[in-house]
């Protein structure tokens, strides 16, 4: 079932809303994510609202460069990143770790080889 989630980095800087289910987060083990330690959840850019400005935040690109990873310059705190999935439509890789109210516990992992791409 489709639901609003709010979100945020450790200070507030960085706030968003997303729309969609949560029936699942990913696990990457890629450079950037194993450091992170991040559980993502992907949406349609269409479904995520950012609700700070855009220049409250810091991004980092790195390899191809096809994903944005947004980062609170205060904090430190990486909620989110935007980018393509591999058809082309425009995403949002939500750090579930920043969503409101969530049991991460309670969702099932998929681990992801992006070391390998």
């Given at each position: ?26 696990e ?45 310059p ?33 969702l ?10």
């Open positions: 079932m489709s639901q609003t989630y709010s979100g945020s980095c450790h200070c507030g800087n960085i706030r968003f809303e997303a729309t969609g289910d949560l029936e699942q987060v990913f990457c083990n890629c450079s950037i994510c194993r450091r992170k330690g991040a559980k993502m959840w992907f949406v349609p850019r269409a479904q995520f609202k950012l609700l700070s400005e855009r220049e409250k935040m810091a991004t980092y690109t790195f390899n191809t460069h096809r994903i944005q990873h947004h980062f609170c205060t904090c430190g705190i990486a909620p989110f990143g935007e980018g393509t999935d591999p058809k082309g439509n425009e995403m949002a890789a939500i750090n579930a770790r920043c969503l409101d109210g969530v049991d991460l516990d309670a099932p992992v998929q681990h992801f080889d992006g070391a390998s791409l």
